[in-house]
């Protein structure tokens, strides 16, 4: 009795493995570097209620490049001086008060609620090369 339930238990474990193993691999797929700079530009666009086409183009070329640079094989500290010249070059082309609204949005602070970047510029971080 006692072994056909050990049995009965290891088929069941085996079925159930058999089961999650067989599961579709439901990886979201890689963007581009033109969705990631649309996608970051119609966000910025929305939230920081920007209307007008060619400050939005502006914005769109910038986070291009900086999408198409992401990329690379980086270090730590690369990934860093690239956001910190992003929000170097967009303090640039921002109002004052449009650049206060973005560094407030949730998504440019860290895991724990830190501004590495809001601190980075305020301590002269590198301007951005042309």
């Not at 939230?47 to 007008?52: A, K």
């Not at 010249?85 to 008060?97: A, F, M, N, T």
Request: glycine residues 4%; hydrophobic residues 40%.
């Amino acid at each position: 009795m006692f072994h056909l339930l050990r049995t009965h238990i290891i088929l069941l474990f085996a079925l159930a493995a058999g089961v999650a193993y067989s599961q579709e691999d439901v990886r979201v797929p890689q963007r581009t570097a033109e969705e990631r700079a649309m996608k970051h530009t119609e966000m910025l666009a929305r939230e920081l209620d920007i209307h007008d086409s060619l400050l939005r183009d502006t914005i769109y070329r910038i986070h291009l490049r900086y999408a198409r640079s992401r990329n690379e094989n980086s270090s730590r500290a690369e990934i860093v001086e690239r956001m910190n010249r992003l929000l170097v070059e967009l303090k640039g082309i921002l109002s004052p008060q449009q650049f206060e609204r973005l560094q407030a949005l949730p998504h440019q602070q860290g895991a724990r609620g830190h501004r590495a970047e809001k601190d980075s510029l305020d301590q002269g971080a590198t301007p951005p090369r042309p």
